[in-house]
């Protein structure tokens, strides 16, 4: 079995999970898979989402709340624009992690 493959789709499934309105860290994601030194593979793995509009990447953000410069469907502008339409305020390209920060069970 392809482990990037593998890690990917672990990646994915657990980014679906996070509901609507909510965002999550790639940090987070990484230790709900099993390595918290992973985060960057995890952005790497957003970053060549292959369903954007069923893989909801645009509720990731780093461990302060930032919003990704990068982001890979339309920029920063786009994740923000996202993110609002579900109801999470962002002040100055970040995210309150205390109030819409999401925990994997």
């Known amino acids: 079995m392809d482990i990037n493959k593998n890690f990917f789709a672990n990646v994915y499934g657990l980014v679906k999970k996070v509901p609507k309105g909510k ?27 292959p369903k954007p509009g069923e893989i909801p990447c645009h509720r990731v953000v780093n461990r302060f709340g930032e919003l990704s410069s990068a982001f890979a469907f339309g920029g920063i502008n786009r994740q923000e624009e996202l993110l ?22």
């Not at 985060?39 to 790497?44: A, C, E, F, K, N």
């Not at 609002?84 to 069970?105: C, N, S, T, W």
Request: aromatic fraction near 10%.
């Open 84 to 105: 609002r339409d579900e109801g999470v305020a962002v002040i100055d390209g970040k995210v309150d992690l205390g109030k819409y920060g999401y925990k994997f069970d």
């Open 23 to 49: 965002v999550v860290t790639y940090g987070e994601i990484a230790r709900a898979i099993g390595n918290k030194r992973m985060s960057r593979q995890v952005g790497w793995a957003l970053h060549v989402n």
